[in-house]
Protein backbone atom coordinates (compact mmCIF):
# COMPACT_ATOMS: atom_id res chain seq x y z
CA UNK A 1 0.00 0.00 0.00
CA UNK A 2 1.75 3.26 -0.89
CA UNK A 3 0.90 6.03 1.89
CA UNK A 4 1.00 9.56 1.61
CA UNK A 5 4.33 9.94 3.02
CA UNK A 6 6.05 7.51 0.54
CA UNK A 7 3.65 9.08 -2.28
CA UNK A 8 5.42 12.38 -1.42
CA UNK A 9 8.53 10.90 -1.97
CA UNK A 10 8.14 9.31 -4.87
CA UNK A 11 6.92 12.23 -6.65
CA UNK A 12 10.28 14.25 -5.44
CA UNK A 13 12.87 12.14 -6.85
CA UNK A 14 13.99 12.70 -9.95
CA UNK A 15 12.37 10.69 -12.81
CA UNK A 16 15.97 11.16 -14.98
CA UNK A 17 17.43 7.98 -13.46
CA UNK A 18 20.44 7.43 -15.23
CA UNK A 19 22.09 9.95 -12.91
CA UNK A 20 21.11 7.84 -9.55
CA UNK A 21 22.45 4.64 -11.60
CA UNK A 22 25.99 6.19 -12.03
CA UNK A 23 26.51 7.58 -9.02
CA UNK A 24 25.50 4.27 -7.47
CA UNK A 25 28.25 2.65 -9.70
CA UNK A 26 30.81 4.54 -8.11
CA UNK A 27 30.42 2.54 -4.74
CA UNK A 28 32.39 0.01 -5.32
CA UNK A 29 35.41 2.35 -6.61
CA UNK A 30 34.82 4.51 -3.38
CA UNK A 31 35.22 1.38 -0.89
CA UNK A 32 38.37 0.39 -3.36
CA UNK A 33 39.93 3.89 -2.91
CA UNK A 34 39.28 4.01 0.58
CA UNK A 35 40.81 0.97 0.84
CA UNK A 36 44.05 1.38 -0.14
CA UNK A 37 43.94 4.96 1.19
CA UNK A 38 43.64 7.32 -1.65
CA UNK A 39 41.85 9.92 0.02
CA UNK A 40 42.01 12.53 -2.30
CA UNK A 41 40.39 10.68 -5.46
CA UNK A 42 38.08 9.42 -2.93
CA UNK A 43 37.03 12.49 -1.65
CA UNK A 44 36.68 13.66 -5.47
CA UNK A 45 34.32 10.50 -6.35
CA UNK A 46 32.07 10.75 -3.27
CA UNK A 47 31.63 14.28 -3.52
CA UNK A 48 30.68 13.74 -7.48
CA UNK A 49 27.16 15.13 -8.28
CA UNK A 50 25.81 15.67 -5.22
CA UNK A 51 23.56 18.07 -6.76
CA UNK A 52 22.00 18.91 -10.07
CA UNK A 53 20.20 21.73 -11.42
CA UNK A 54 17.62 21.04 -14.44
CA UNK A 55 16.05 23.47 -16.65
CA UNK A 56 12.92 22.79 -17.42
CA UNK A 57 11.61 23.87 -20.59
CA UNK A 58 8.14 24.15 -22.07
CA UNK A 59 7.90 24.54 -26.21
CA UNK A 60 6.18 27.26 -26.99
CA UNK A 61 4.39 26.07 -30.01
CA UNK A 62 3.02 22.82 -28.26
CA UNK A 63 2.52 24.39 -24.21
CA UNK A 64 1.81 20.83 -23.48
CA UNK A 65 5.16 19.38 -24.02
CA UNK A 66 8.06 19.92 -21.37
CA UNK A 67 11.42 18.54 -21.47
CA UNK A 68 14.28 18.43 -18.58
CA UNK A 69 18.34 19.77 -19.64
CA UNK A 70 21.16 19.71 -17.18
CA UNK A 71 21.78 22.91 -16.48
CA UNK A 72 24.24 22.52 -13.89
CA UNK A 73 26.07 19.98 -11.32
CA UNK A 74 28.77 19.52 -9.49
CA UNK A 75 30.75 17.00 -11.62
CA UNK A 76 34.52 15.91 -10.10
CA UNK A 77 35.92 15.28 -13.60
CA UNK A 78 38.16 12.03 -11.88
CA UNK A 79 39.58 9.51 -14.68
CA UNK A 80 37.32 6.87 -12.80
CA UNK A 81 34.08 8.34 -12.03
CA UNK A 82 31.26 6.13 -13.15
CA UNK A 83 29.11 9.45 -13.71
CA UNK A 84 32.17 11.57 -15.19
CA UNK A 85 32.89 8.73 -17.85
CA UNK A 86 29.46 8.87 -18.69
CA UNK A 87 29.21 12.24 -19.59
CA UNK A 88 32.35 12.16 -21.32
CA UNK A 89 31.45 9.60 -23.92
CA UNK A 90 27.76 11.02 -24.30
CA UNK A 91 30.18 14.02 -25.41
CA UNK A 92 32.67 11.80 -27.50
CA UNK A 93 29.65 9.86 -29.30
CA UNK A 94 27.84 13.48 -30.00
CA UNK A 95 31.23 14.95 -31.17
CA UNK A 96 32.03 12.01 -33.42
CA UNK A 97 28.92 11.59 -35.24
CA UNK A 98 28.72 15.53 -35.96
CA UNK A 99 32.22 15.64 -37.31
CA UNK A 100 31.09 12.55 -39.17
CA UNK A 101 28.24 14.01 -40.39
CA UNK A 102 30.08 17.24 -42.02
CA UNK A 103 32.99 15.45 -43.50
CA UNK A 104 29.92 13.08 -45.33
CA UNK A 105 28.94 16.54 -46.83
CA UNK A 106 31.98 17.37 -48.43
CA UNK A 107 33.21 13.69 -49.84
CA UNK A 108 32.02 10.30 -50.22
CA UNK A 109 34.19 8.39 -47.21
CA UNK A 110 34.09 4.58 -45.87
CA UNK A 111 35.03 3.57 -41.76
CA UNK A 112 37.32 0.75 -40.95
CA UNK A 113 37.55 -0.55 -37.41
CA UNK A 114 40.71 -1.36 -36.26
CA UNK A 115 41.89 -3.12 -33.62
CA UNK A 116 46.22 -2.81 -32.38
CA UNK A 117 47.22 -4.54 -29.58
CA UNK A 118 50.70 -6.09 -27.63
CA UNK A 119 51.28 -8.61 -25.56
CA UNK A 120 49.72 -8.61 -22.09
CA UNK A 121 52.17 -6.94 -19.58
CA UNK A 122 52.52 -6.08 -15.58
CA UNK A 123 50.31 -3.38 -13.85
CA UNK A 124 53.79 -1.63 -13.28
CA UNK A 125 54.57 -1.79 -16.96
CA UNK A 126 51.37 -0.34 -17.73
CA UNK A 127 52.35 4.00 -18.47
CA UNK A 128 55.36 2.55 -20.59
CA UNK A 129 53.92 0.25 -22.16
CA UNK A 130 50.94 2.62 -23.44
CA UNK A 131 53.75 5.31 -23.84
CA UNK A 132 55.64 2.30 -26.20
CA UNK A 133 51.98 1.82 -27.68
CA UNK A 134 51.69 5.64 -28.49
CA UNK A 135 55.15 5.95 -30.06
CA UNK A 136 54.44 3.14 -32.32
CA UNK A 137 51.28 4.38 -33.72
CA UNK A 138 52.67 7.52 -34.31
CA UNK A 139 55.42 5.43 -36.27
CA UNK A 140 52.57 4.01 -38.34
CA UNK A 141 50.69 6.41 -39.25
CA UNK A 142 53.73 8.43 -40.95
CA UNK A 143 54.41 5.20 -43.10
CA UNK A 144 53.50 6.08 -46.85
CA UNK A 145 51.20 2.92 -47.22
CA UNK A 146 49.25 4.15 -44.22
CA UNK A 147 49.42 8.21 -45.02
CA UNK A 148 48.12 7.19 -49.19
CA UNK A 149 44.93 4.85 -47.51
CA UNK A 150 44.17 7.01 -44.46
CA UNK A 151 41.75 10.24 -44.16
CA UNK A 152 41.74 10.49 -40.70
CA UNK A 153 41.23 8.39 -37.45
CA UNK A 154 39.90 8.08 -33.98
CA UNK A 155 42.13 6.25 -31.33
CA UNK A 156 40.59 5.17 -27.63
CA UNK A 157 42.99 3.71 -25.70
CA UNK A 158 41.33 -0.16 -23.35
CA UNK A 159 43.96 -1.34 -20.88
CA UNK A 160 42.00 -4.20 -19.73
CA UNK A 161 40.58 -6.88 -22.02
CA UNK A 162 37.54 -8.62 -21.15
CA UNK A 163 39.40 -11.92 -20.29
CA UNK A 164 42.27 -10.38 -19.02
CA UNK A 165 43.99 -12.80 -16.64
CA UNK A 166 44.61 -11.70 -13.04
CA UNK A 167 48.09 -10.02 -12.39
CA UNK A 168 47.92 -8.69 -16.23
CA UNK A 169 47.16 -5.83 -18.25
CA UNK A 170 45.95 -5.54 -21.42
CA UNK A 171 46.50 -2.17 -23.21
CA UNK A 172 45.61 -1.65 -26.90
CA UNK A 173 43.39 0.75 -29.29
CA UNK A 174 40.42 1.11 -30.44
CA UNK A 175 40.59 3.24 -33.48
CA UNK A 176 38.03 4.45 -36.36
CA UNK A 177 39.74 4.92 -39.44
CA UNK A 178 38.06 7.15 -42.66
CA UNK A 179 39.19 6.60 -45.87
CA UNK A 180 37.95 7.23 -49.36
CA UNK A 181 34.77 5.34 -50.53
CA UNK A 182 36.60 4.01 -53.30
CA UNK A 183 39.26 2.48 -50.79
CA UNK A 184 38.29 -1.21 -50.77
CA UNK A 185 39.15 -0.57 -55.13
CA UNK A 186 41.83 0.99 -55.13
CA UNK A 187 45.68 0.14 -54.80
CA UNK A 188 45.98 1.65 -51.43
CA UNK A 189 43.99 -1.14 -49.53
CA UNK A 190 45.53 -2.37 -46.83
CA UNK A 191 44.28 -6.51 -45.99
CA UNK A 192 44.50 -7.21 -42.31
CA UNK A 193 47.59 -9.00 -43.03
CA UNK A 194 49.13 -6.02 -44.21
CA UNK A 195 47.83 -4.09 -41.38
CA UNK A 196 49.79 -6.86 -38.85
CA UNK A 197 52.64 -6.64 -40.56
CA UNK A 198 52.47 -2.72 -40.61
CA UNK A 199 52.25 -3.11 -36.74
CA UNK A 200 54.42 -5.30 -36.09
CA UNK A 201 57.14 -3.27 -37.67
CA UNK A 202 56.06 -0.56 -35.85
CA UNK A 203 55.99 -2.13 -32.15
CA UNK A 204 59.61 -3.14 -33.15
CA UNK A 205 58.90 -6.42 -31.78
CA UNK A 206 59.95 -10.25 -32.63
CA UNK A 207 56.24 -11.54 -32.83
CA UNK A 208 52.84 -11.17 -34.91
CA UNK A 209 50.73 -8.76 -32.60
CA UNK A 210 46.90 -9.62 -32.96
CA UNK A 211 45.44 -6.85 -35.19
CA UNK A 212 41.84 -6.79 -36.68
CA UNK A 213 40.54 -4.65 -39.22
CA UNK A 214 36.94 -5.00 -40.88
CA UNK A 215 34.38 -2.25 -42.29
CA UNK A 216 32.30 -0.59 -40.61
CA UNK A 217 29.03 -2.24 -42.49
CA UNK A 218 25.17 -1.89 -41.09
CA UNK A 219 24.39 -4.02 -38.76
CA UNK A 220 21.39 -6.36 -39.07
CA UNK A 221 18.42 -6.06 -36.57
CA UNK A 222 19.87 -2.45 -35.24
CA UNK A 223 18.12 0.43 -35.41
CA UNK A 224 21.89 1.91 -35.12
CA UNK A 225 23.67 2.28 -38.27
CA UNK A 226 26.90 1.17 -38.75
CA UNK A 227 28.57 3.77 -37.92
CA UNK A 228 26.32 5.03 -34.67
CA UNK A 229 27.51 1.57 -33.63
CA UNK A 230 30.86 1.71 -34.21
CA UNK A 231 31.57 5.43 -32.68
CA UNK A 232 28.91 3.73 -29.17
CA UNK A 233 31.46 0.97 -29.82
CA UNK A 234 34.83 3.05 -29.27
CA UNK A 235 33.42 5.52 -27.26
CA UNK A 236 32.71 3.36 -24.52
CA UNK A 237 35.97 1.98 -24.30
CA UNK A 238 38.31 3.35 -21.86
CA UNK A 239 38.89 1.69 -18.52
CA UNK A 240 35.89 -1.01 -17.39
CA UNK A 241 34.59 -0.17 -13.80
CA UNK A 242 33.84 -3.73 -13.23
CA UNK A 243 37.11 -4.93 -13.91
CA UNK A 244 38.83 -2.30 -12.43
CA UNK A 245 37.46 -3.02 -8.98
CA UNK A 246 38.35 -6.74 -9.51
CA UNK A 247 42.14 -5.96 -9.52
CA UNK A 248 44.07 -6.74 -6.50
CA UNK A 249 44.50 -3.83 -3.89
CA UNK A 250 48.57 -3.80 -5.39
CA UNK A 251 46.93 -3.69 -9.13
CA UNK A 252 44.38 -1.52 -8.67
CA UNK A 253 46.72 1.52 -6.77
CA UNK A 254 49.56 1.05 -10.18
CA UNK A 255 46.51 1.36 -12.55
CA UNK A 256 45.28 4.52 -10.72
CA UNK A 257 48.83 6.00 -10.00
CA UNK A 258 50.05 5.02 -13.58
CA UNK A 259 47.01 6.51 -15.59
CA UNK A 260 47.12 10.04 -14.20
CA UNK A 261 47.50 12.34 -16.59
CA UNK A 262 46.96 9.66 -19.42
CA UNK A 263 45.34 10.68 -22.30
CA UNK A 264 42.84 7.96 -23.51
CA UNK A 265 41.48 9.82 -26.64
CA UNK A 266 43.05 11.31 -30.00
CA UNK A 267 42.25 12.05 -33.20
CA UNK A 268 44.30 12.66 -36.82
CA UNK A 269 43.70 13.72 -39.78
CA UNK A 270 40.84 15.26 -41.06
CA UNK A 271 39.45 14.40 -37.70
CA UNK A 272 41.71 16.68 -35.66
CA UNK A 273 40.29 20.10 -36.01
CA UNK A 274 36.76 18.67 -35.99
CA UNK A 275 36.65 17.38 -32.55
CA UNK A 276 37.45 19.02 -29.26
CA UNK A 277 38.79 16.39 -27.10
CA UNK A 278 39.70 18.82 -24.20
CA UNK A 279 36.04 19.79 -24.51
CA UNK A 280 34.83 16.58 -24.33
CA UNK A 281 37.24 16.13 -21.24
CA UNK A 282 35.85 18.78 -19.42
CA UNK A 283 32.61 20.29 -20.77
CA UNK A 284 30.47 17.96 -18.99
CA UNK A 285 27.24 19.93 -19.12
CA UNK A 286 25.90 20.92 -22.75
CA UNK A 287 22.83 22.87 -21.75
CA UNK A 288 22.81 25.63 -24.51
CA UNK A 289 22.69 29.18 -23.14
CA UNK A 290 21.05 30.28 -25.84
CA UNK A 291 17.63 27.69 -26.03
CA UNK A 292 16.76 26.82 -29.52
CA UNK A 293 13.55 29.43 -30.45
CA UNK A 294 10.73 27.17 -30.01
CA UNK A 295 11.66 25.67 -25.97
CA UNK A 296 11.60 28.85 -22.98
CA UNK A 297 12.77 27.76 -19.63
CA UNK A 298 9.70 28.24 -17.38
CA UNK A 299 11.84 26.58 -13.88
CA UNK A 300 14.73 24.94 -12.05
CA UNK A 301 14.46 22.33 -10.53
CA UNK A 302 17.14 21.47 -8.14
CA UNK A 303 18.15 17.99 -7.14
CA UNK A 304 20.30 16.91 -3.75
CA UNK A 305 21.77 13.42 -3.19
CA UNK A 306 20.17 11.81 -0.18
CA UNK A 307 20.04 8.30 1.23
CA UNK A 308 20.74 7.05 -2.56
CA UNK A 309 19.05 8.94 -4.84
CA UNK A 310 18.29 12.65 -6.02
CA UNK A 311 15.59 14.42 -4.18
CA UNK A 312 14.05 17.37 -5.17
CA UNK A 313 14.56 20.42 -2.85
CA UNK A 314 13.77 22.88 -4.59
CA UNK A 315 11.86 24.58 -7.74
CA UNK A 316 12.72 28.20 -8.92
CA UNK A 317 10.62 29.70 -11.28
CA UNK A 318 12.60 31.13 -14.12
CA UNK A 319 11.73 34.87 -13.53
CA UNK A 320 13.08 34.49 -9.97
CA UNK A 321 16.96 34.08 -11.40
CA UNK A 322 19.00 32.45 -9.14
CA UNK A 323 21.52 35.56 -8.84
CA UNK A 324 18.05 37.70 -7.73
CA UNK A 325 18.14 36.16 -4.36
CA UNK A 326 20.10 37.89 -2.33
CA UNK A 327 22.98 35.68 -0.08
CA UNK A 328 21.62 34.44 3.42
CA UNK A 329 17.81 34.93 2.70
CA UNK A 330 17.04 31.43 1.14
CA UNK A 331 13.72 30.22 1.67
CA UNK A 332 14.22 26.51 3.12
CA UNK A 333 12.98 23.86 0.80
CA UNK A 334 9.04 23.07 0.58
CA UNK A 335 8.72 20.28 3.51
CA UNK A 336 6.73 18.05 1.47
CA UNK A 337 9.15 17.54 -0.75
CA UNK A 338 11.95 16.73 2.15
CA UNK A 339 9.91 15.90 5.20
CA UNK A 340 10.99 11.76 4.70
CA UNK A 341 14.57 12.62 3.36
CA UNK A 342 17.71 12.37 5.79
CA UNK A 343 20.27 15.17 5.37
CA UNK A 344 23.54 13.17 4.29
CA UNK A 345 25.91 13.04 7.07
CA UNK A 346 29.19 15.38 7.51
CA UNK A 347 31.46 12.87 5.31
CA UNK A 348 34.43 14.51 6.89
CA UNK A 349 35.82 15.97 3.24
CA UNK A 350 34.57 19.92 4.03
CA UNK A 351 38.64 20.99 3.87
CA UNK A 352 38.72 19.97 0.02
CA UNK A 353 35.20 20.90 -0.57
CA UNK A 354 36.29 24.28 0.00
CA UNK A 355 39.11 24.35 -1.85
CA UNK A 356 39.45 26.14 -5.54
CA UNK A 357 40.34 23.13 -7.19
CA UNK A 358 36.71 21.47 -6.12
CA UNK A 359 35.01 24.27 -6.75
CA UNK A 360 36.60 25.08 -10.50
CA UNK A 361 33.53 23.58 -12.47
CA UNK A 362 30.70 24.80 -10.44
CA UNK A 363 28.50 27.59 -10.45
CA UNK A 364 29.46 30.14 -7.20
CA UNK A 365 26.52 31.74 -7.05
CA UNK A 366 24.45 28.54 -6.81
CA UNK A 367 26.40 27.26 -4.04
CA UNK A 368 26.22 30.59 -2.25
CA UNK A 369 22.45 29.94 -2.82
CA UNK A 370 22.74 26.36 -1.67
CA UNK A 371 20.14 25.19 0.43
CA UNK A 372 20.80 22.28 3.44
CA UNK A 373 17.59 21.43 4.78
ZN1 LIG B 1 32.47 12.48 -11.25
Redesign the pocket.
Known amino acids: MITKNSETHLKSILKETKHAEHKLM ?1 NDIIIKMRKVGFVRDNA ?2 SG ?2 THLVFSKQQNTQNPNETRRRLKDAN ?4 RF ?4 NWRRNLNINKELLEAFTTIEADRSVSYLFLTLTIKNTSTEDLKATVKHLNQSFVRLSQTKAYKKAILGHFKALEIIGDKTPAGEIHPHFHIILIVNKSYFQSRNYLSQAKFTEMWQKALRVDYTPIVNVKRIKPKKNSNLTALQSAVFEVAKYSVKHTELTKKSDEEFVNIIEQTRRMRFFSTGGILKKKINLMKCDEELIRCKKDLEAQWVEIEEEIYKWYGGDFVLVERRKSEEHIKDIPKNDVAPPPLDDVDDVVPPPDDGFSDYQNSDEYFESIDLDIIDNECIP
Not at 75 to 78: D, G, L, R, S
Not at 81 to 84: I, L, N, Y
Open positions: NLICSFCKHCATC
